[in-house]
């Protein structure tokens, strides 16, 4: 089974800002579209943002959108999500996504358009 790695959460303020990271060593994931998800405690799985294979389209939730981006450093076979102007509800555990498929950035929202997931870092945001 193949693992995607997360890094990057931690505590911090409201307003504040994080970068989250998303590696492994056993795809190329440039080849793959990929997703960022949330899961706050007690709540469902949701999407936060997408992106397709050459760095675009992007898809964002409304709720994140202006505030976080999604990106890719190839070079790295890293993903990014950098969240800016973080609030108290976006305290979650944070896990990103690969999928093989062709997707549409509707689809991006699609939990189980995703081949490969990783363990999820927690990001909370103190008020």
């Known amino acids: 089974q193949v693992q995607l790695v997360e890094s990057g959460g931690g505590l911090v303020q409201a307003g504040g800002s994080l970068q989250l990271s998303c590696t492994t060593s056993e795809l190329t994931l440039d080849e793959y579209v990929m997703g960022w998800f949330r899961q706050a405690p007690g709540n469902a799985r949701e999407f936060v943002a997408g992106i397709g294979w050459s760095g675009s389209p992007t898809a964002y939730a409304d709720s994140v959108k202006g505030r976080f981006t999604i990106s890719r450093d190839n070079a790295k076979n890293t993903v990014l999500l950098q969240m800016n102007s973080l609030k108290s509800e976006d305290t979650a555990l944070y896990f990103c996504?690969?999928?093989?498929?062709?997707?549409?950035?509707?689809?991006?929202?699609?939990?189980?358009?995703?081949?490969?997931w990783g363990q999820g870092t927690l990001v909370t945001v103190s008020s």
């Open positions: 996504a690969a999928s093989s498929r062709l997707l549409t950035t509707y689809t991006y929202r699609n939990d189980d358009a995703y081949d490969h």
